[in-house]
Structures are given as C-alpha cells and as structure tokens.
C-alpha cells in the first residue's frame, strides 16, 4: 500500500514519470515502449535503476511483457499504481469516478473520533468537508473528512496544506473535490500509508435525508486514516448504502 520512510526513492520518482507519460498520452494504451537502452538515454537514467522501475510498473498493471514484442502498455491502464491509495469516487466508479457535491466545509474541534485518529489535541481546528458521491444522478455515498492541523500539516506535509487552502479558494469557481484527492495530488514526492476498517451499520435518519434513503437502510461504514510516516493526516468516514457501487476490497496480512 505504501512505501517506507517519508520521502520516495529514485526509483519511485521513476516510477511516476513513466506512468504520467502513459497517463499524459506520450505512451497511449496498446503502445510499445522504447527498448530499454534507448528509454534510459532518453529519461537520463542508469538501466538498473530504469528496469526496477519497469518491473514495479508491470506489477501495478501498467505494462505487460509480450515475447517479442518488448514492453507494451496495457489498454486500460490503471489511474495511479505505487502506493495504491485512491479517492472513494474512483474506487467504486467502476472506471468512471463519481461526482463529488459539497455539503458543508468548515473548520470544528476536534470530536471522539478525529482525537483518536488524528490524535488532535483539545481546542484544534480541523477542517472538515462533508460531500455526497453522485454517479447518474443517484447518491452512492456520504463522506466526512477532516485533516489535521495546520500547524502539523504545514511541518509534516507542507503541500497538502498549501493544497487545502487553494481548494478552498476556488471553491465556488470550480467543481469540488474530496479530501484525499487533493491528499494524492499533492503527494508526488510523499509516501503515504493508509488503514481502513470497514463494519455493518444503517443509514439513520440524517444520513438517510442526505442520500435520499429510509433511515433503515443498511450501509457499509468506512473508516480509513491516511498518514505521512507515523503521522496522521487525513481520517475520514465513507458511508455507502445498499445498492451503491461495490466497493472492492484487498485483503492483506
């Protein structure tokens, strides 16, 4: 799910370039890459380091090895491969991510759940965004979402802050956008480590009104926390009721 120590390796920043050149188009779906001297010449990199990186990039599914043929990109790539973290809009858009509608962002204190997940002292402000998950027209999940501190964020991960503080911004000129994906997209150069627990619950009547659902609806709750090394940065809640997208799950020990 993530790589170890804060900052990525070379290899990692490898990695990326070449996928964002099969995301960017430069190597579309079906294509084959260069050979491996010709690739590392153009990239300016040492062939080890390029191949490491290829193989990582064959394990995520972006490129499959064809007997001659060489290396050739898949023709449906996967949007991110290292650290597998994804925004729940992507994750049950089955290909196509959901749109997210804002409900509420604001700044609160600290609740039971963002003390003990976030590790948020008494009288911090949080922000925290609450947004529904739309896919053709229906509600698919509600989302709570909060980050920690700035303060913290600004010692720890400087760019998601900065990044947080653009979104909000902008607002009311542009389409909204959930948390971790802002998280994700100011993680270039930062490994990220994630944790989700996932229980049986129902809707309620709140939450019911927002997802347009009786109270009694069953749901599945999402828990997830995101951090950067051993800090916490992001803790949300997902809740998705029956008839929702499904939500795949990888299992791991």
């Known amino acids: 799910m993530a790589v170890s120590g804060q900052r990525r390796r070379p290899v990692v920043a490898l990695y990326e370039r070449i996928a964002d050149a099969v995301h960017d188009g430069t190597y579309p779906p079906g294509s084959t890459l260069p050979s491996e001297p010709k690739l590392a ?10 191949r490491e990186a290829l193989l990582l990039l064959q394990e995520d599914g972006l490129l499959t090895v064809r007997r001659g043929v060489g290396r050739t990109v898949n023709d449906r790539p996967p949007r991110r491969g290292f650290e597998h973290v994804q925004p729940l809009e992507e994750l049950i858009g089955a290909g196509t991510p959901l749109r997210v509608r804002a409900l509420l962002r604001t700044v609160e204190e600290p609740t039971d759940f963002t003390t003990q997940h976030l590790l948020a002292p008494a009288r911090a402000e949080l922000r925290f965004w609450e947004s529904v998950l739309t896919g053709e027209g229906t509600a698919a999940a509600l989302s709570h979402e909060w980050a920690a501190a700035d303060e913290l964020l600004d010692r720890v991960h400087p760019e998601f802050a ?6 909000e911004e902008r607002a009311a ?81």
């Open 173 to 253: 000129r542009g389409p909204a956008a959930s948390m971790l994906s802002v998280l994700l997209g100011a993680s270039r150069e930062t490994a990220l480590t994630a944790h989700s627990g996932i229980t049986a619950t129902l809707l309620g009547r709140r939450r019911g009104d927002q997802l347009g659902r009786p109270a009694d609806t069953p749901a599945v709750l999402v828990t997830q926390v995101v951090r950067v090394g051993e800090t916490p940065v992001l803790a949300a809640k997902h809740m998705l009721p029956t008839g929702a997208p499904a939500l795949p799950v990888l299992q791991s020990h």
């Open 162 to 167: 900065r990044a947080l503080r653009a979104v």
């Open 41 to 50: 010449a153009e990239l300016g990199v040492s062939r080890p380091a390029l």
